[in-house]
């Protein structure tokens, strides 16, 4: 995947989702820790994620599986690894 490390910001209902442009693929990838942050109110968005996915994995859902680990601009400026799904 070509990955330029540019972070493109979308916004839902005033809270940034970040996400990653695959121009081989022609998708979008999306930072599911910031999509767990729009739709739930939960003070940590990043542990939310985290034990639901342990769940997911438990119950057998394959939703992890398919979630990909893409370098992404971190609130602090840094790039990081985050969950990403298309």
Do not use: H
């Not at 939703?63 to 298309?86: F, H, W």
Request: hydrophobic share 35%.
């Amino acid at each position: 995947m070509e990955n330029k490390i540019q972070t493109i910001s979308n916004f839902f209902e005033d809270k940034e989702i970040r996400s990653i442009w695959d121009s081989e693929k022609e998708d979008y990838y999306f930072s599911v820790v910031d999509i767990v942050n729009a739709l739930t109110d939960s003070a940590n968005p990043r542990k939310y994620w985290s034990v639901l996915k342990t769940r997911l994995k438990k119950a057998g859902s394959e939703v992890t599986t398919n979630c990909s680990q893409l370098k992404m601009l971190a609130p602090d400026g840094k790039i990081r690894l985050r969950d990403a799904e298309y």
